[in-house]
């Protein structure tokens, strides 16, 4: 689904992504870990067009993205749900979400009633703002807001952080059953290494801008090296 080769991100002198290559199946979730300041969040944003490498290839699929616009990235089947959430507070529950359709098109009645079902609990909140929303369901909603593009590549940055672990585990558990039910394809960045391995069919360690390791998730977590090291493992 996407192929990366020597990326090179920088913001002025300080580089971000240093050479970082890897794939990602298709219909499978990624883990990107790694310590704050290890270029996870550069490395999305350079993924979907809203920062430009320096050097370096993307392929979604058999296009290649590296120069393109945000909004064609996103016609393209690319969705990035950044840190933080970014849903407007000031507009309703469903506007957000219909804002999320206009990139490709979509944004009607089938596609809400899809994002409806997923999270149950928007449905009775659609009239109010975002702003009333909890952490949680602000999660839901920019999640949810992502889908109504009907992507095939899902960039998801941190979307536990903040919540309270019952509600993170609900969040891991939905991208787990998007994978398996619809074929959805995940690349997820996550602080939580535990929790993101747990959903995960591949991880991938990145460090001060490179990749220190690309491997399975049980094997990951196994490496005692990488736990201390990279993963905020103890055990």
Not at 142 to 149: D, E, S, V
Not at 183 to 196: D, H
């Given at each position: ?17 240093d ?19 290890a ?32 909004e ?17 507070g ?17 944004g ?13 609990q ?8 975002a ?10 909603l ?8 009907r992507?095939?590549l ?16 609900k969040i891991m558990?939905?991208?787990r ?22 959903i ?24 005692a ?7 905020g493992?103890?055990?």
């Open positions: 689904m996407l192929r990366v080769d020597d990326l090179h991100t920088a913001y002025g002198p300080v580089r971000a992504l050479g970082v290559s890897f794939e990602v199946a298709r219909g499978s979730v990624t883990a990107v870990l790694g310590a704050n300041g270029g996870k969040t550069s490395l999305l944003r350079t993924l979907s067009g809203l920062v430009r490498a320096r050097s370096g290839r993307i392929r979604l699929e058999d296009r290649s993205i590296g120069h393109l616009p945000v064609r990235i996103v016609r393209l089947g690319m969705a990035h749900v950044p840190e933080g959430r970014g849903v407007i000031e507009l309703s529950v469903e506007e957000n979400l219909r804002l999320g359709g206009l990139w490709r098109g979509h009607g009645r089938r596609e809400l009633d899809e994002v409806y079902e997923l999270f149950p928007l449905r009775g909140r659609r009239a109010g703002t702003s009333s929303l909890s952490g949680g369901e602000r999660q839901m920019a999640i949810g807001r992502a889908l109504m593009a992507p095939r899902l960039l998801l940055d941190e979307p536990s952080l903040g919540l309270a672990p019952i509600v993170a585990a558990a939905l991208l059953d998007l994978r398996d039910q619809t074929g959805l394809t995940v690349l997820l960045v996550e602080q939580n290494a535990r929790a993101a391995l747990s995960a069919d591949r991880g991938i360690v990145l460090s001060l801008g490179r990749i220190v390791a690309d491997d399975e998730p049980a094997r990951l977590a196994a490496d090296g990488l736990r201390h090291a990279y993963l493992l103890e055990t």
